[in-house]
């Protein structure tokens, strides 16, 4: 007979972890299944400030995460890795389909996390490699002395912009409003450092090139103007890195969860969705404040919810 | 793992006998540095006299990568006869694709 876990979690980022942690903690025959890294979104983040108890020099994502997996496994939590294409979530005993193998859980947390937004423009998929990027600690030494352009104004995309500048000859921020919307002392840095420009009220429609990224045609939104930027000719390329929020990874829940109009799943404070015995937890969830240590905190709520709801079975 | 460098990528990929696996990596990058042991596992898998494995560190070797047209990172790229045969790249460069691509090969 296949086994029936109390608990599956879905996703192996800061919630997925925690309610793993949480789970094994109290004996739930608990599995963690994620499809990529672990981590997640934070695991490509080269630096980690705010996160409260954290090694105060040095502390990266990848490390973060790489003790609370350990803390997951201490516990007996299980893992594989695997990507489910498939969720039965309404019957008692729920069934998720994966590409490897199939699951049976009594209880089940979604913590499947989110991801960058893309930026929407004609051709963009093309160039992902070849001049676009949405990881600046990642790419940043490709465009050393290079002409870079940032799309966004969030904090995000500044604190980013301000990143790249180290790198770059010169960072042009390009944000569809007359004001960025960071915090203002993120803005501060950026208006103080010299080789970041900005093109308001502007959005990025297509990018082009022969192979690398060379040309970008941007729209003005008031006036409606098409400007075509070209790169440097003795460059032959330039940057163009997307920072404009977040997209919930909720693709495959939206037949059974109850989302939200922009696909968050919608939850009461305890991470109970519309289903028994289904959670969820971390930034695919409508929350005001996505980041690791609320990611953290939803998933020991989840945990202990799950296990509440299995003691009543 | 074989470790190429500006000096030996012709030799060792674009003029191999055989086909040949290049992790392109780069300082400061952790989704590479967290695939990396899967691709040390793949290499040890996988790896024979028709199908080789290296990295390349393209903090030290940029005009390289960016004449490979590289400009995004991970990249896992199969080469044969000098050319990318075959890639994983950035969001696509899971350990399960990676793998998936790798057993096309051996």
């Known amino acids: 007979m296949e086994k029936i876990y109390d608990l599956v979690i879905l996703g192996a980022g800061p919630a997925g972890l925690s309610a793993g942690i949480y789970g094994g903690r109290s004996r739930l025959a608990t599995l963690i299944i994620e499809q990529g890294k672990d981590g997640g979104q934070i695991a490509i983040t080269s630096s980690i400030e705010n996160y409260p108890g954290q090694m105060l020099t040095g502390e990266t994502g990848a490390t973060l995460i790489a003790r609370m997996t350990e803390q997951a496994r201490l516990f007996g939590a299980e893992r594989r890795s695997d990507t489910i294409k498939e969720l039965r979530l309404r019957e008692p005993v729920k069934r998720l389909i994966g590409n490897y193998e199939e699951y049976l859980a009594r209880s089940v947390i979604v913590a499947t996390g989110a991801q960058h937004r893309p930026i929407g423009c004609i051709n963009e998929e093309k160039f992902i490699g070849k001049g676009i990027s949405f990881c600046a600690t990642c790419d940043a030494l490709f465009f050393e002395q290079m002409e870079v352009y940032v799309v966004g104004g969030g904090d995000a995309a500044v604190e980013e912009a301000v990143y790249l500048a180290k790198f770059a000859r010169s960072v042009t921020i390009i944000h569809r409003r007359n004001e960025l919307r960071a915090a203002q002392s993120i803005q501060d840095k950026a208006f103080a450092t010299p080789n970041i420009h900005f093109m308001w009220e502007s959005i990025v429609v297509e990018v082009g090139g022969d192979e690398l990224l060379s040309t970008i045609i941007v729209k003005n939104v008031k006036t409606g103007e098409l400007t075509t930027l070209h790169a440097d000719l003795s460059d032959g390329f330039f940057g163009l890195f997307g920072f404009l929020g977040l997209l919930p990874n909720t693709e495959l829940l939206a037949g059974s969860l109850d989302l939200d109009a922009k696909g968050y799943v919608k939850t009461d404070e305890n991470m109970h969705t519309n289903i028994p015995g289904v959670f969820a937890a971390g930034d695919l969830r409508t929350k005001v404040l996505r980041q690791v240590v609320t990611a953290a905190a939803d998933g020991a709520i989840a945990a202990n919810e799950a296990q509440h709801y299995l003691a009543d079975l | ?106």
């Open chain 2, 1 to 106: 793992m074989l470790e190429v460098d500006k000096l030996t990528f012709e030799a060792e990929v674009l003029k191999a006998p055989h086909k040949i696996v290049v992790d392109f990596y780069g300082d400061g990058c952790v989704a590479c540095e967290a695939l990396m042991p899967k691709l040390h596992a793949l290499a040890e898998q996988y790896g024979s006299a028709n199908l080789k494995f290296c990295a390349l560190n393209t903090s030290k070797a940029r005009r390289l990568a960016i004449s490979q047209k590289i400009l995004g990172l991970p990249v896992i790229a199969v080469y044969e006869n000098g050319r990318i045969i075959d890639s994983c790249a950035k969001d696509e460069a899971t350990a399960e694709k990676v793998e998936a691509m790798i057993k096309k090969y051996i």
